[in-house]
Each structure stands twice: as structure tokens, then as C-alpha cells.
């Protein structure tokens, strides 16, 4: 019993943690149109890099699986996941570089047979729209790439990209002069066409003319 009761205990404290830490990103991004410029986004920066090392691991060990889906839940719940998104033209290269490796291990975790994060954008898909129209901002352009071809290996936000006025943008960013924003814009492009074939063929049915056009 006395085993049972500091497992117990172990797994109470570990759920205590990862609520902490995601309310502590949480709060530190809440604060960013209230704070000091530097040190909000310092607070940010400091509060992604350790999300990053818990959800990858700290080079000499991996990281706690059972914490990486307790942590994608409390993010679910807490709304940070939009927070993520709404607040990326506001944060420095380095933490956009965590931020983003963190997005895509959270959009990987799946419970009880459902991806929650991806639930959530489901849910919330003018998410989507914004990293689309990013695509616009030079600085921000390779990162949100990055990030909407995570999204779009899951069939559901794939839909709805191709459905939604974000996907004729992506004819005119394939054309920008920017070399590596415009050949991003086309591995996006070409992922949206080919990643999922049931949902590429309907929508090809309804919109072929629609498509061939911008050809």
C-alpha cells in the first residue's frame, strides 16, 4: 500500500506540474499587451523553451510520454493553442523556432483514439486562416509553412483548407519573388493536393474549373 500511495502521490504531483506549466505560458502570453516589451516576451521565451524540453525530451533522457498527452490536454483546455497563433508576429525568431517544434509534437498526440490539438483546431479553424495569410509576412512566412503542413497531414483541416478562401492564396504565394518563401508555399501546395486522395478527389470534382484556371 505504501508503494500504491507514493505512485499516487507521484502522478497527483505530476498533474499539479503540468497544470503549472501550461498556465504559466498561458499567463505570460496573456501579458504580453500589458507588460514591458522585452521582459513579457522574455517571460514567452523562457516559458516555450521549457515546454519545448518537456515535450522532447532533454537530450539525456526522452521525454515522459504519459506528461506530453497530460500537457496537450491542459493546452486543449486552456485555449493556448490560439495563443500560439495570435501572438506569433509578436515573438522573436528563436522562440518561434521552439514554438513551432512544440506545435508539431502537440499535433501528434493522440488520446483515446482522438488527436486533441487537432480536435481543437477543428474547433477553431480561423487558426488555420491566420498561418495561411502569414504566408505574406517575410519573417514569419517559414515557420507558419511548417506549421500548416502539420496541420494538414490530418484529413479534417486538409478539408477545410482546400475549401476556404486561404487555399487560392497559396496561387499567388508560389509566385512571390522570395525564392524560399515562394518554393515553401509550393511544398504546402503540393501537399494539400496529394496528402489525402479521398478528400483531394471531391474537392477536385466541385472546383476542377476553379483550379485549372489559376494554371
Given at each position: ?77 486552456e485555449g ?113 493536393l496529394t ?21
Open positions: 500500500r505504501g508503494d500504491d500511495r507514493a505512485t499516487e502521490l507521484s502522478f497527483l504531483f505530476r498533474m499539479a506540474s503540468t497544470a503549472g506549466v501550461v498556465l504559466s505560458i498561458k499567463d505570460s502570453f496573456l501579458a504580453l499587451p500589458t507588460k514591458t516589451g522585452d521582459r513579457a516576451l522574455e517571460e514567452v521565451e523562457k516559458n516555450i523553451s521549457s515546454l519545448r524540453q518537456v515535450l522532447s525530451g532533454d537530450g539525456e533522457a526522452g521525454a515522459n510520454q504519459e506528461q506530453v498527452l497530460q500537457i496537450a490536454l491542459e493546452i486543449c483546455k493556448v493553442l490560439s495563443l500560439f497563433v495570435q501572438n506569433l508576429p509578436s515573438l522573436g525568431w528563436g522562440v518561434r523556432k521552439d514554438l513551432v517544434i512544440c506545435w508539431c509534437i502537440l499535433l501528434g498526440q493522440k488520446v483515446d483514439e482522438n488527436y486533441c490539438c487537432v480536435k481543437y483546431i477543428e474547433d477553431h479553424v480561423e487558426l488555420l486562416d491566420f498561418l495561411v495569410v502569414c504566408y505574406k509576412k517575410s519573417d514569419l512566412a517559414l515557420n507558419c509553412g511548417i506549421m500548416v503542413r502539420e496541420c494538414i497531414k490530418h484529413p479534417t483541416l486538409a478539408k477545410y483548407i482546400l475549401e476556404s478562401n486561404s487555399f487560392e492564396l497559396f496561387f499567388e504565394y508560389v509566385e512571390l519573388p522570395n525564392f524560399d518563401i515562394a518554393s515553401d508555399a509550393l511544398n504546402t501546395f503540393k501537399d494539400l496528402k489525402h486522395e479521398t478528400v483531394v478527389s471531391v474537392y477536385l470534382s466541385s472546383h476542377y474549373e476553379q483550379v485549372t484556371l489559376f494554371f
